[in-house]
């Protein structure tokens, strides 16, 4: 998999670095409360949510229990629409694809609707390598690309920027993107929404080629889904000649009847609205000239990691995932390190679970993705499709701390040994020898109350990272046997 930023640390190492950005932390405490009070007002609306949620659950297990019986049917039915399906392996491949089909049109510059998926695979910097520019239409994609930022947020990739930050970024650079920000600009949100619209009109209006994702793709019919909010995705999925579509192999559900569910639960657990404001279907290609829609339309399903996913049984839940962000806005971890310190355009809580089974835990950074968390279990409940993310990181841990890193040996993938823990298992044998000799137990608890004024705050070693945010328990003066002895040993001889 494509995607991770380049440079990064290991997750530790950046959300240190981030705590200590007040700024940040701010912006990010406003707008996650704000988001999840909102959702938790229009969730409580529904008395049926429970059950919304239950089927969400079972839909997309029933899908990726047969998702080769559903990809096939929905080639067949995009085929059958006028479109043209593309199948890609891995990121490289899916960049070709889409290169080669803007280059094949003679343009050299395309509008993208906010797509996830064209993040995770980092097609905007090979269309780039190619002399292609690729231009991003949603509010917050704009000023993360503006701002030659990264995003960090699913729902706002722009959450970690303050409106006074927005309008240096428009006033610097929206000159060399396109048409300028209008002199005087100010950093209220009507004056900031209006700057964006006067920018993007122009390249919707000249665009011949659109490129975006999709939240769902119906099998029976071929249809694609985008839901958002601005009306931007709308015009790139409408106004030029050529779409092309790149979504992963998950984004899948069988019939219509199945879409009903999570229009529901999407919009009320993502912006906590209703129903969306906008909700664009289109199925394979326009019949004349004057109607709306592409007349020429190409679908790149990705694989890049899913199947490798699909085949863990307990890892597999992740790819339930509709994008909604709400574990990301209850996360007390998300809330205080940021998007950015997850190193993937797939941050928080299904970050943790998604980046490490998409890419593997070879890097540092995936191999302290499931650490990321309190296990505090808040974004389980808020989820609307119930994965168990604890669960899942859980499981992940387990993976990395037994099987270590995995890399590939010719056609092999080789497990080396865990770094790092040699000492953890030996303290466990010891323990565990201890507690089947309470003599010697409670030899061990004497001595150490005894001894705790000598006791160090922190663990020397390997042990130093445990102790690294947290001191350790203090001993206490009294070994608890000892104390029940005093306290009760002699009403205990007595009867």
């Known amino acids: 998999m494509s995607g991770t930023f380049v440079g990064m640390p290991a997750f530790p190492v950046a959300a240190h670095e981030a705590v200590g950005n007040t700024t940040l932390r701010a912006n990010l405490r406003h707008a996650t409360h704000t988001i999840r009070d909102k959702r938790a007002k229009a969730v409580a609306e529904l008395d049926d949510w429970a059950l919304l949620r239950e089927a969400g659950k079972q839909i997309k297990d029933h899908t990726l229990r047969h998702l080769d019986t559903y990809l096939v049917q929905l080639e067949e039915a995009v085929t059958a629409a006028g479109g043209v399906v593309h199948w890609a392996t891995d990121a490289d491949e899916a960049n070709r694809i889409v290169t080669r089909l803007v280059k094949e049109t003679g343009e050299s510059e395309v509008v993208k609707v906010k797509s996830m998926a064209t993040q995770e695979i980092g097609l905007n910097e090979a269309l780039e390598a190619a002399g292609i520019a690729a231009y991003e239409t949603d509010l917050a994609e704009l000023i993360v690309q503006l701002g030659h930022d990264r995003p960090s947020h699913i729902l706002v990739p722009a959450i970690h920027r303050n409106r006074g930050e927005i309008r240096d970024i428009f006033a610097k650079e929206m000159g060399e993107w ?5 002199e005087g600009l100010t950093d209220t949100p009507a004056e900031l929404a209006e700057a964006a619209r ?4 122009e390249k919707f209006l000249r665009a011949k080629v659109g490129i975006s994702g999709a939240n769902f793709m119906v099998a029976e019919t071929g249809t694609l889904v985008v839901v958002e909010s601005e009306g931007n ?3 790139c999925l409408t106004l030029p ?6 979504v992963g192999i998950e984004k899948i559900v069988p019939t219509w009847r199945d879409l009903e569910v999570f229009l529901q639960t999407l919009p009320r657990s993502s912006t906590a609205e209703r129903m969306n404001p906008y909700t664009s279907m289109w199925t394979g290609t326009s019949d004349t ?9 190409h679908l790149v399903l990705i694989d890049n990691g899913r199947t490798d996913t699909l085949a863990d049984e307990v890892g597999r839940q992740a790819l339930r995932c509709i994008r909604c962000s709400a574990c990301l806005n209850v996360c007390p971890v998300y809330e205080r390190a940021g998007g950015h310190a997850y190193g993937s355009v797939y941050p928080g809580p299904i970050g943790a679970i998604l980046s490490p089974q998409l890419r593997g835990t070879a890097s540092e950074i995936d191999a302290s993705l499931p650490y990321a968390s309190s296990l505090c279990g808040a974004c389980y409940e808020v989820c609307p499709v119930a994965i168990d993310i604890p669960e899942v990181l859980v499981h992940l841990r387990e993976r990395v701390v037994q099987g270590g890193p995995a890399t590939r040996q010719g056609n092999r993938v080789v497990l080396k040994p865990a770094k790092g823990h040699a000492a953890e298992r030996a303290a466990m044998r010891a323990a565990g020898w201890a507690f089947v000799h309470p003599g010697a137990l409670r030899a061990g608890q004497r001595v150490a109350s005894r001894t705790r004024r000598f006791h160090p705050r922190a663990l020397p070693g390997p042990g130093r990272a445990w102790s690294a945010t947290r001191d350790l328990p203090q001993v206490p003066v009294e070994p608890f046997r000892d104390w029940w002895q005093r306290t009760h040993g002699k009403k205990e001889s007595g009867k």
Do not use: K, N
């Open 178 to 182: 396109g048409r300028p920000a209008p």
């Open 198 to 201: 006067l920018h993007l009109r």
């Open 233 to 235: 995705g709308r015009m």
């Open 241 to 246: 000649e050529t779409l092309i579509s790149v």
């Open 289 to 297: 000239e004057t109607a709306d829609g592409p007349r020429v339309f």
